[in-house]
């Protein structure tokens, strides 16, 4: 591809998720790197131009052409109402490989045990927008305020209730918080401008890129096992097997034994290791995956 033409600029997200989205793409085969200060990230992929943005924004920079592509959230889609067109979904979050909350959190002790109990009432909250259609569709008037940060510690002096994103609950159970409704579920997705998706060379890059990101969520918490086994008891073994498929088995220069791989949970493999030993398998390796493509 052409500098001019081909290259994908590619917004990536800058701060809490920015350490995790390194990670993601190092799996997938990208080597990421950047100073302290910089905002412009260097890729060993030449058909990839990087930039930090704040996920928050990077609907908004997709939308408007000034990146081609971005990584942000459903929530900061929705928030923004940018017209964008979604490529994939990459449930990753900066504590796990799962979706996050953005909920409806109230002070213990508050006296709200229903929704409808904060008719009139205020919350404040980051994802303005998604919250105000979230009480407008339940029929409820409240006042939704704008938070610039540190939402948790409004309630309730400066406000009745707040709307935050929560991965693990703890930030709200420190704050004597407790969650009175989910308001939105939310995970990372790749978006793109739609004019540049509609460009052959980058939608290829766009799809393939996908691919990989999707392959290295996919390979998170599963290892391969191979190992060799004796033919007359090539069934008792492949009974202890879960796999994503049928395991692969391969002739070896002795008759007698095949060779076996497959690939499982991580968690399962501890407890398995020791299972096909008794069974009858040899020479057993586990090793990591990057991707898992299905």
């Known amino acids: 591809m052409s500098e001019q033409g081909g290259v994908v600029k590619l917004g990536l997200p800058k701060g809490s998720l920015q350490e995790s989205t390194f990670e993601l793409f190092r799996k997938a085969g990208f080597m990421i790197s950047v100073g302290s200060r910089s905002y412009y990230p260097r890729i060993d992929d030449p058909e990839i131009s990087a930039v930090l943005v704040r996920a928050q924004e990077i609907p908004r920079y997709v939308e408007n052409g000034a ?94 209730a707040i ?75 492949i009974k202890l097997l879960p796999s994503l498929h049928s395991p692969t088995v391969s002739p070896q220069s002795d008759d007698s034994y095949v060779a076996l791989e497959v690939v499982i949970s991580e968690k399962v493999a501890r407890e398995l290791i020791p299972a096909l030993k008794a069974a009858g398998a040899e020479g057993i390796i586990e090793y ?3 991707k898992v493509i299905p």
């Open 67 to 160: 990146i081609d592509a971005g990584l942000t959230g459903l929530d900061w889609i929705l928030e923004s109402g940018c017209r964008v067109e979604e490529v994939a979904e990459l449930v990753y979050a900066k504590a796990g490989f799962r979706p996050v909350r953005w909920v409806l959190a109230i002070p213990e002790g508050a006296p709200f045990e229903r929704v409808e109990d904060l008719e009139g009432k205020t919350v404040a909250t980051e994802l303005v927008a998604v919250t105000r259609k979230f009480f407008s569709d339940l029929g409820i008037s409240c006042r939704v305020e704008f938070s610039w940060g540190a939402t948790e510690v409004k309630p309730p002096r400066l406000a009745d």
């Open 288 to 290: 990591p995956l990057n």
């Open 163 to 237: 709307v935050e994103l929560t991965e693990t609950g703890s930030s709200l159970k420190a704050n004597n918080l407790r969650v009175l409704e989910t308001v939105l579920l939310s995970s990372t997705r790749l978006i793109a401008n739609r004019s540049a998706w509609k460009s052959e060379r980058k939608r290829k890059k766009l799809e393939t890129l996908a691919l990989l990101l999707e392959g290295a969520i996919q390979a998170q918490d599963k290892v391969g096992l191979k190992m060799n086994v004796p033919r007359d008891l090539l069934a008792k073994v």
